[in-house]
């Protein structure tokens, strides 16, 4: 756009171990596990990608930062984080929730009334989505759609879009995988149309497409036994049929637009509150702004110009696991 972007949130972790200090650990359990900050086995860059990685299996993690309040009503918002499951995942969230401002984040748990929830959530193989989940009017409400998350061991970009017009859009790695229209693709409201509680199928109607003929009839000589089998009359079309009856739809009087579906009154912290089986995800490059342009800028500046070289590492360490596997077994 025309105007500077409002950035919100931005959290590169690019200052050492100052990030404590922005974000809270829960005390709701006294058992949740430990964020660290790290880049990981493999990497593009070993400062530039680090990020809080989980660092104990079987746990579930409370962790927290806040920001300067906002709405974003009349604006756009843009939600967007990396995520890296380097340790092959099993079953574990890969998302972020949205809070209102009020949480308290010394408190927060799995029960507390976030705005948003977005992003990857993995469980054996039936599991792999992308969980795009608003509150409305006190309910979480789930997409309709099903949206496949990224299950490699590469760190990807997450982009939620939410427009003032109650559109939306999300992306992986900068490349659009959903959009389309918030009422379409979750149920926040009751249906439009129903069907006509006055209306009823008359007990006359014919929905018998062909009948016995009556006029066809057991030849008397037919042998059940035999290769004939069961008699049964030829069938012929029915003079009185109508066909399927449909049942008429009436507007429904429950329903009533809400051009606001999109809009919060407050957005004040992003929380990280999941469950891990094999820990290891690295979350980082989280941004929250009104611009999606700046927005994929921020994606390609920070996952784009790392992305090159994580693989590449990654790789020369798999040929080098296999070459000493190779040599092992020479040996033995
Ligand atoms: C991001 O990178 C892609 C691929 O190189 C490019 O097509 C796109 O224009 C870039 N976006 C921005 C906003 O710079």
């Known amino acids: ?8 949130f931005k959290e ?3 200052d050492g171990d100052a990030w404590t200090n922005r974000w809270v650990e829960s005390k709701h359990k006294s058992d949740f596990g430990k964020f660290v900050l790290s880049s990981g086995k493999f990497y593009g860059d070993l400062e530039k990608d680090k990020g809080l990685q989980t660092s104990q299996d079987a746990r579930f993690y409370a962790l927290s930062a806040k920001f300067e309040p906002f709405s974003n009503k ?8 990396t995520v890296k499951h380097e340790q092959n995942i099993d079953c574990g969230g890969g998302y972020v929730k949205l809070f209102p401002s009020g949480l308290d984040q010394k408190d927060m748990h799995g029960d507390s009334e976030y705005n948003i929830m977005f992003g990857p959530d993995i469980c054996g193989p039936g599991t792999k989505k992308v969980h795009v989940i608003f509150n409305y009017k006190g309910k979480n409400v789930l997409i309709n759609k099903d949206i496949r998350s990224k299950d490699d061991e590469f760190t990807h970009l997450y982009t939620l879009i939410v427009r003032p017009d109650n559109t939306y859009e999300v992306k992986i790695d900068n490349s659009q995988v959903e959009s389309g229209s918030l009422e379409d693709d979750w149920d926040f409201l009751p249906p ?7 209306a009823a199928k008359p007990e006359d109607w014919d929905e018998r497409a062909k009948i ?3 006029t066809d009839s ?3 000589d037919w042998d059940k036994g035999g290769s004939g089998g069961e008699w049964k009359p030829r069938q012929i079309d029915n003079p009185d049929y109508k066909g399927t009856w449909i049942h008429p739809e009436i507007d429904n009087p429950e329903y009533s637009p809400d051009a606001n579906i999109y809009a919060y009154d407050s957005f004040a912290v992003l929380g990280l509150d999941l469950w891990q089986v094999k820990s290891g ?3 980082d490059n989280f941004l929250i702004t009104n611009d999606e342009a700046y927005a994929e800028e921020f994606g390609n500046e920070t996952w784009g110009v790392t992305k090159a070289a994580e693989k590449q590492m990654k790789d020369k360490q798999d040929e080098e696991q296999r070459l000493k596997l190779e040599h092992h077994h020479h040996h033995h």
Do not use: C, H, R
């Open 218 to 220: 057991k030849p008397e």
């Open 12 to 14: 590169q972790f690019l």
């Open 74 to 81: 009349g604006q756009t918002l843009v939600v967007q984080f």
């Open 281 to 283: 995800t690295i979350f």
């Open 212 to 214: 016995d003929d009556p």
């Open 192 to 198: 439009k149309k129903i069907k006509d509680p006055d």
């Open 1 to 8: 756009g025309s105007m500077d972007p409002a950035i919100y």
